[in-house]
């Protein structure tokens, strides 16, 4: 039986399904078809032992290229050093995966779609995902079906023809003619979890779980079975019914709690998954019967395509193309998928430091210790709250509503004293009282020491080597005033204050942009009246000389000319005012950190007790060169991430 020639509305609802496929030629064609007939034939013993021993079939594809890109080298060698120097605290065969990753240009994305407790959902999923519904059933949809599922993976790749190579002690290899796979450089392993050991708390258990599946292989003897671990890109986890469902949303972390992860939760939910939604983006109801069903009516006859479009767009599987894969990145980009993976790496990596330094029995601190830190902590915690309140009510108060657009012809000179006043009165004086008692007691504490030569006059006096009182006082006052007392001199006098200017420097900066502020506002005010008295001339002039135009119409050019400038002011104006704002609020905000990060460093530098677990504790030394390394690799990840913005702007 002929089949009927594809419509345009077949056309169409393959679209979304289909836009993968390359072109081929004819010729190319007919050597595939050749190819695909020629192995359809049996093989003799001969050339079928021929085969197997000449062709061995490689477990995996993934970054089979040695070239490591000039812009990704200090990155991968970063990566080579943590495996060497830490190999306690990374995953050895995730580490291995993003290398493989970064040794190539393109490099091949690996996915896993794992059931719940089994890989039927998962396999009738890839089958749906990947099959081609221009052509009749293809052989290795039934082969994917027939592979026992005995807790071996099935990896699925491209390859010209169909081919189920030889088996390995933990997967089973399948190649298939995917156009999908070829377009997308992906390769899918097909597996399964066990939902019964997973609970929502283990939120880090379950990623770990999800990103490195397990592989299970029988053992040598006694019939043990044992598990390989078997690291991915992404992963999409497949349950069916209610049980499945919620073990799906038990493993799968939601988008809500945190960073967004390469996990896609897929629940096959046929009894009414059009009209079935959830709160989580990382969850989509799929009909997966529906889909199928679809499938085989449109193999059947092209005049199904109507309703084939309908139950594919509304079994959701559309949904999942997406996330397998996305928009390919730029040649000087990093893969997305690659770099989710090295962020995973790098935060799991992070998180064991952390796990290791918490777990080593520390010496209890001295008392002045601990509270000099609750003391920060109580400092740090205010001026951030004083931040907030203080600039949100300079920022709402009159004085700064007196800076309006519209008040800007009588208030264009009063804006650097109004700001200057607003910045004094509210920016952190609490604060930086607060800070000065901070510097004070960790004085006190003897954890904070400086030099000067003033105050080494005045230290050797108590051991009887002190200046007459008149040299004391013109140490400490030169000192204070920061003045040199010759040419000769000028380098070591410095002004001196015992304690940090941190907030007084932030202070200090935002002031100096004031300027620049009231500057910008006389050059929109400039240019908002010379539109208008353009505008009026324009308006004034057509008046006088054409004798048909009215006071009327020449009134209208003029008011259109007045309130095109104000709107330009008006909307220039609030927009500057409101980055300046927040430039403000981001400063604030950063000298409040740096004001704790160095009383953090005052304490860690000056405590005895911590300088004496370095020197015991020998596993302290590797943790901070682990770290150390680790913070390069996260520069060198941030540092492509800026360079890949800078290329998108240009």
Known sequence: MLRQAPSPLALRALRSHAASLPFTCASCSSKRFLNASSRSQPLTRRAALSRAFTQPTPVTSVGASKIIPENLRPLYEGLQELGSSGANYVNLSQLQLALRGLESEDPTIRAAVLGVNDQLEARKLVRALLADPLGDEAEWESALAAVEDNGKGVLVRYGEVFELGSQQPHLVALSIPSAFLLRHKLEILISSTNARTSTATDTEANIQ?????????????????????????????????????????????????????????????????????????????????????????????????????????????????PFLAPQPPSSSSLNPALRALLTTLLSNTSNSLRLASASTPNPVPHPAVRTLSALLTSWAESAHTELRDSLSGAFHSRAWRKLAWWKLPWRID?????????????????????????????????????????????????????????????????????????????????????????????????????????????????????????????????????????????????????????????????????????????????????????????????????????????????????????????????????????????
């Open 414 to 650: 009063d804006i650097s004293l109004v700001l200057t006043e607003l910045v004094q009165r509210a920016y952190l004086p609490e604060s930086e009282r607060g800070l000065i008692y901070v510097a004070g007691c960790l004085s006190q504490a003897g954890l904070l020491k400086y030099e000067h030569p003033a105050i080494d006059a005045v230290e050797k006096g108590r051991f009887g080597n002190i200046p007459n009182y008149a040299q004391t006082l013109n140490l400490v006052a030169e000192g204070a005033r920061g003045l040199p007392n010759s040419e000769s001199e000028s380098g070591r006098w410095k002004s001196f204050q015992p304690w940090p200017t941190l907030l007084s420097e932030s202070r200090t900066r935002i002031l100096a942009s004031i300027p620049a502020l009231q500057a910008t506002a006389q050059n929109l005010l400039i240019r908002a009246l010379s539109t208008t008295l353009l505008s009026s001339a324009v308006a004034g002039l057509a008046y006088v000389s054409v004798s048909t135009t009215s006071l009327f119409e020449a009134g209208a050019v003029s008011s259109l000319g007045l309130v095109w400038s104000a709107r330009q002011l008006q909307r220039r104006w609030e927009r500057t005012r409101t980055d300046w704002v927040s430039g403000v609020e981001e400063e604030g905000r950063r000298a409040c950190v740096e004001g704790e990060r160095w009383g953090r460093g005052v304490l860690e530098m000056g405590t005895e007790e911590k300088e004496r677990v370095e020197r015991e504790d020998e596993g302290m030394l590797e943790r901070k060169k682990v770290e150390d390394v680790v913070r390069g690799c996260w520069a060198e990840l941030e540092g492509l991430e800026r360079m890949e913005e800078e290329v998108g702007k240009k």
């Open 209 to 321: 779980q999800l990103l490195i599946p397990n592989l299970v292989t029988p053992g040598s003897t006694e019939g043990r079975m044992s598990t390989i671990a078997y690291p991915v890109h992404k992963t999409i986890v497949c349950g069916t019914g209610i049980e499945g469902a919620g073990a799906v949303f038990s493993l799968v972390p939601s988008s809500t709690s945190g960073p967004e992860l390469p996990i896609l939760g897929v629940i096959n939910a046929s009894w009414d998954a059009e009209n079935l939604t959830t709160t989580s983006t990382s969850v989509i109801p799929i009909n997966l019967p529906s889909a199928n069903a679809a499938l085989s009516t449109f193999r059947q006859s092209t005049s199904n395509a109507a309703s084939f479009e309908h139950a594919w767009l509304t079994s959701n599987l559309s949904l999942i193309t």
